[in-house]
């Protein structure tokens, strides 16, 4: 089993919408969410918190527990990625050998860009934990 954690980052634009940030992965060619292995002694909070400044170059302030989602991966393993709600406290953004992009987008256009539908189900339960009361 391959243990992973990550963040739905969310931020308020200058209008004061919420913003979800989705990375895009060139070697899988997809649309996600920051997420990643869990190091071998490290929690996986410790890992969400990581992953998201690697992958996104921001740090977040980790909230609310949202859905573990288990998956069969490009390699036919099982995967479990535990993931949080994680509000964006700042950072810039830098191309990285994992990750070629990052987008800002509300929530409805997030939920069309993502590649993979276990991924849009974690939309709703981030957006109650932000204190939007959205399906």
Same mark, same amino acid.
């Given at each position: 089993?391959? *243990?992973? /954690? +990550?963040?739905?980052?969310?931020? @308020?634009?200058?209008?004061?919408?919420?913003?979800?940030?989705?990375?895009? @992965?060139? *070697? &899988?060619?997809?649309?996600? &969410?920051?997420?990643?292995? $869990?190091?071998? +002694?490290? %929690?996986?909070?410790?890992?969400?918190? *990581?992953?998201?400044? #690697?992958?996104?170059?921001?740090?977040?302030?980790?909230?609310?527990?949202?859905?573990? =989602?288990?998956?069969?991966?490009?390699?036919?393993? #099982?995967?479990?990625?535990?993931?949080?709600? /994680?509000?964006? $406290? !700042?950072?810039?953004?830098?191309?990285?050998?994992?990750?070629?992009?990052? $987008?800002?987008?509300?929530?409805?256009?997030? @939920?069309?860009?993502? %590649?993979?539908?276990?991924?849009?189900?974690? $939309?709703?339960?981030?957006?109650?934990?932000? !204190? =939007?009361?959205? @399906?």
């Amino acid at each position: 089993m391959v *243990r992973a /954690a +990550g963040c739905v980052v969310w931020r @308020r634009s200058s209008s004061g919408s919420v913003e979800l940030a989705l990375v895009f @992965r060139p *070697r &899988w060619s997809d649309w996600s &969410w920051p997420k990643g292995k $869990i190091k071998k +002694g490290e %929690t996986a909070r410790a890992a969400a918190l *990581r992953e998201v400044q #690697e992958e996104t170059g921001h740090t977040c302030r980790l909230g609310s527990d949202l859905p573990t =989602l288990r998956y069969v991966d490009h390699a036919g393993r #099982e995967k479990e990625v535990k993931y949080w709600a /994680a509000e964006s $406290i !700042g950072g810039a953004f830098l191309p990285n050998n994992e990750v070629s992009e990052l $987008i800002w987008l509300p929530p409805d256009e997030a @939920r069309e860009r993502l %590649t993979y539908a276990r991924d849009r189900e974690l $939309i709703s339960p981030a957006l109650v934990a932000i !204190g =939007l009361d959205q @399906r």
